[in-house]
Nanobody
Framework: QVQLVESGGGLVQAGGSLRLSCKAS????????VGWFRQAPGKERDFVAA????????SYADSVKGRFTISKDNAKNTVYLQMNGLKPEDTAVYYC?????????????WGRGTQVTVFS
């Protein structure tokens, strides 16, 4: 079993930056692929970014490419999402995810989420 706890959400003006963190416990972190999803009010949960446990490269949703960066610190059991150039449409609850597969299609572990609100 893996426990994921997100932090770093908040209220930010459009154009600003936030860094989300997700601390994992319960399983060897180096063997986990990790990622982020988000869900805006009244919308489905969408993929944001992910990085494989092989560290072979990150993938991003088109809507965040060039603005968001995912990184994984195995020494700290933590995954980060650096968000720059935030837009009001980035407002959502952001969820950290993890899975032992190299390229998960269905993520096994989910955090409880952290709210990000971007105002113009």
């Amino acid at each position: 079993q893996v426990q994921l706890v997100e932090s770093g959400g908040g209220l930010v003006q459009a154009g600003g930056s936030l860094r989300l963190s997700c601390k994992a416990s319960g399983r060897t972190f180096t063997s986990l692929s990790v990622g982020w999803f988000r869900q805006a009010p009244g919308k489905e949960r969408d993929f944001v970014a992910a990085i494989s446990w092989t560290l072979s490269g990150a993938s991003y949703a088109d809507s965040v490419k060039g603005r968001f960066t995912i990184s994984k610190d195995n020494a700290k059991n933590t995954v980060y999402l650096q968000m720059n150039g935030l837009k009001p449409e980035d407002t959502a609850v952001y969820y950290c995810v993890a899975d032992p597969q190299r390229q998960p299609t269905n993520w096994s572990y989910w955090g409880r989420g952290t709210q990000v609100t971007v105002f113009s």
